[in-house]
């Protein structure tokens, strides 16, 4: 096997070119299926239109779906011979082509100047998260999201009184639903939601961005997470919030629910938000 980082820079910047201007195809046909149940002519259909012409504008003109370029998240599962240093430079040489090329808006700031990296990379930016994998195959996923959703993900700690919520699949319930109806549309919906019961707080919010790298669609393995995931996404599109807060149909495209142990004395309901722009992306990158 062998490695350069040359190598895997050019699968990296084509991984993001994807990821920034091609909108999942999953994504796209629940998008186009909320545009066939809702009203004609209503204000939610014509959002839903405005965000399919856009997706289709920013595929064929290779431009951002979003001038939000969002937190970059890599998700990388490579052979143990291969140094993640090298890996994690070449991942970030292409962060700064890409937005060189101008595929990635300059939207990394650093906390305590105020001032822009200009290349969108930093301390803390992008987000590294590596697993182990077979050899001669590096896995990478890309997830670009934005800060309007990021500001309304949010986290409890059960039992909740003011939710009437215990530690329980139902107390899970209330929190999900209390989240979307304080979202009230902000976040750029119809949203998707990463769920994950437990954890601690940190490893809690890792794990529900986690489950928003699974396709629309896809239910949990565990019957009970799969039957409360179906059961929200109905529920949560009778609240009449709608795409961007305008009213109508869809509120949320899926719900997504993924679990980690927890402590006997905490239980954490993480929620994170993703909007209707859901930019992610996975490649295959061979090493001869
Ligand atoms: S929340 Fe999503 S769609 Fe809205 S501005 Fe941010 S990245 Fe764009």
Not at 90 to 96: F, I, N, R, T, Y
Request: charged content about 20%; hydrophobic content about 40%.
């Amino acid at each position: 096997m062998s490695f350069s980082q040359y190598h895997v820079q050019k699968p990296f910047l084509e991984l993001i070119v994807k990821t920034s201007t091609d909108l999942p195809e999953d994504v796209e046909q629940a998008l186009q299926d909320a545009l066939a149940r809702a009203d004609q002519d209503s204000p939610e259909a014509e959002a839903l239109e405005t965000m399919l012409a856009n997706v289709a504008l920013a595929r064929s003109k290779r431009l951002p779906l979003c001038q939000d370029t969002g937190m970059l998240l890599f998700d990388i599962t490579s052979p143990p011979e291969i140094p993640r240093t090298e890996l994690q430079a070449a991942a970030e040489a292409a962060v700064a082509e890409a937005t060189e090329l101008g595929v990635l808006r300059q939207n990394c700031v650093n906390s305590l100047t105020g001032k822009n990296t200009g290349n969108n990379l930093g301390y803390g930016c992008p987000i590294f998260h590596w697993q182990e994998g077979e050899p001669g195959v590096i896995q990478a996923a890309l997830m670009l999201k934005g800060g309007g959703s990021e500001n309304v993900c949010t986290q409890y700690s059960l039992p909740d009184s003011s939710l009437n919520a215990g530690r329980d699949l139902d107390g899970v319930r209330a929190c999900v639903l209390d989240a979307i109806w304080r979202a009230q549309g902000r976040g750029c919906a119809p949203g998707i939601l990463g769920v994950a019961i437990g954890g601690d707080r940190a490893t809690g919010y890792e794990e529900s961005k986690r489950q928003l790298f699974r396709r629309i669609g896809q239910r949990s393995p565990h019957p009970e997470l799969a039957q409360l995931e179906e059961r929200l996404v109905a529920e949560a599109n009778q609240l009449g919030i709608g795409p961007m807060g305008f009213g109508g149909k869809t509120t949320v495209l899926d719900i997504l629910i993924g679990w980690r142990c927890r402590l006997p004395a905490s239980y954490f309901v993480s929620i994170s938000y993703m909007c209707w722009c859901c930019r992610r992306q996975t490649m295959t990158i061979p090493l001869q």
